[in-house]
Structures are given as C-alpha cells and as structure tokens.
C-alpha cells in the first residue's frame, strides 16, 4: 500500500486529487493539510510514502517544507505540483531534493504514474515540463537562465516576498534574522535588476512562478 500525504491550501484541489487516489488499488490517501509546517510535522510524525506538495503556499511554503522533510524525513518521497506549464525552474527544483514534478493540469493516469514511480525511487517529471527542460537547453530560454542565478535560499525567499510575505514574518519563519533576509532581499534585487518588491513580484507573475490567486 502506498500511503500519500496531500498538501494544498485549497480544499477542492486537495478534494479532486484524494478522488483520483481513492479510485486506484493499492494507494490510500493518509493525510490532508494545508501548509508546509503541517505538512513537516506530519511527515515526523507518520512518514506516509510519498507527499504531493503545493509549492505556492501560506507560511513556509512547498519549497522550505520540502527541504526539511528531504533532510528530516529521508525516506518521504515528494512530488512538487504546480498550476503553472511553463515553470522556469523545475530542475532547481528537483535538486532541492523532490522525487517528482507535476502540473495540476496532469492527468489522473500521469498523476498516478508519478506516485508509483517515485514510491520505487524513480525521479518523475510530468511530460510537459520535461519537454519544456529539453526545450529551454536548446533555444537558452531567457528565463531559466535568469532564475538559475539564484541560491536556492534565494529563490525561495523570493517566493515568499511576491506572495506578500514581510521581511520580519519570513526570518521568523525561516529562522533567520531580519538582517539576513534583507540582505538576501538585496543580492535578488541586484541579480534579478529589480528596484522594489513590486518589479520582483511582476517578474514572478510574468515568468510563470506566481498567480494572481496568490496574491488574493
């Protein structure tokens, strides 16, 4: 049996996937929560087999969440999923330790063809983002080079910004001081030629990273 933790802050995007899962033999939904903290202390507590992480999420997100798990909890294995097709960095991504990446618009058979992959320790990308990998070493996508400049530190204190995060509220949440995030606030700014928050979060809107539904 392979036990599937979902993490999303959305209720009905969790709903609709647990359908998926409940209709395949040999897979049970173990666990629904809605923020990347829950999902840690879930993880430390019942170590269900594999984790469908939201990325965009309220308090730590997908990314940090799936960087303690990956360091906490070795045996989880976890599948980014994303609404955006044209995310720039998915190999980044998987190099901060997740097993799989997917799309919300993935079909139920790809879905469940990424969690049994990944449950037997086989990386998994959902069709689309792999050709788009493919696609983005070839033509040199714009984006992509653009964003690998960042630390992965740096990217996810990015996230965190454009979702409206305060700079005291992100070093509580990452256990940095305010000092620290600033400056890490800065070298983005400075890699990325950003002024202000505003110009960061409207890259982050163009380039697919960010939805306006975050930003509700």
Known sequence: ???VLLVDDHELVRTGIRRIIDEVRGMKVVGEVATGEEAFQFCRNEEPDVVLMDMNMPGIGGL???KKIVRYCPDVKIIILTVHTEDPFPSKVMQMGASGFVTKQTG?????QAIRSVNVGQRYLAPD???QIALSKFT???A???FDSLSERE???MLMITKGEKVQDIAEQLSLSSKTVNSYRYRIFKKLNVQNDVELTHIAIRHGMLDMETLK
């Open 108 to 112: 139920p058979d790809d879905l469940i």
């Open 140 to 142: 040199g996508n714009d």
């Open 64 to 66: 940090e969440a799936t």
């Open 144 to 146: 992509e080079q653009m």
């Open 1 to 3: 049996m392979i036990n």
């Open 129 to 131: 983002i792999a050709q």
């Open 155 to 157: 990217l996810q204190i």
